[in-house]
């Protein structure tokens, strides 16, 4: 990779990092309502305080935990990968992500051994939609190749949206944008019993939602692939 792309993930990273502590500052003081529109935003203040915080959710556990996970798993008669070819295996699965999501906006970020792909909603879902949109059905069709070919990873794909509109009508859309782009992976040969789904509604920011591109950086799907280690298995 060379040095000013690995630049770039490293801050990219940075940011989601941050950016997902911000749900439980956003409990207390990191909000704040326009007492004309009832809009919330993110304050400068909570921004400037969160950038040595590490987050949660895309360092956490496996959605609906790994025990539950790994039950499916098995049942699916899916393997494992030795504890010794886990690195390898996740090097060649990023190098083929890179290569077939080259020249759109998708973002291939490495975290130890798991791989997270960020996908703005711009080119994945039009506005107020759940529905995957046909341009971004090709780069869909991509990264299911890899992840039918790579298919010794648990996937875990995350909904989010900005904080316009209501925190339960954004928790539902994220949900259900998480889920379109789970069935749509599962039509090109993923086995469901890798996936699951979550939505975060508009408590995962990793922008402020103050500016029309931060909400732009906030409406986005992730999908995270983690390594099934034999040891899982067991």
Known sequence: MRRNDWENDVTFTSRILCGATLAALLATTACTT???TGERHLSKTAIGGIGG?????LIGDLVGGRDDRTAKIVGAGIGGIAGVGIGSYMDQQERDLRARTAGTDVRVIRQGNDLILNIPSGINFAYDSAAVEPQFRRTLDQVGQVLHQYDRTYVDIYGHTDSTGSDAYNQDLSERRAVSVADYLVTRGVQAARIGTRGFGETQPIA???TEQGRAANR??????VPIPESDLR
Do not use: F, Q
């Not at 915080?53 to 959710?57: E, F, I, K, Q, R």
């Not at 986005?220 to 692939?225: A, D, N």
């Open 34 to 36: 326009d007492p004309v």
């Open 220 to 225: 986005r799907v992730e999908i995270k692939i």
């Open 53 to 57: 915080a590490l987050g949660g959710y």
């Open 208 to 210: 402020s939602n103050d």
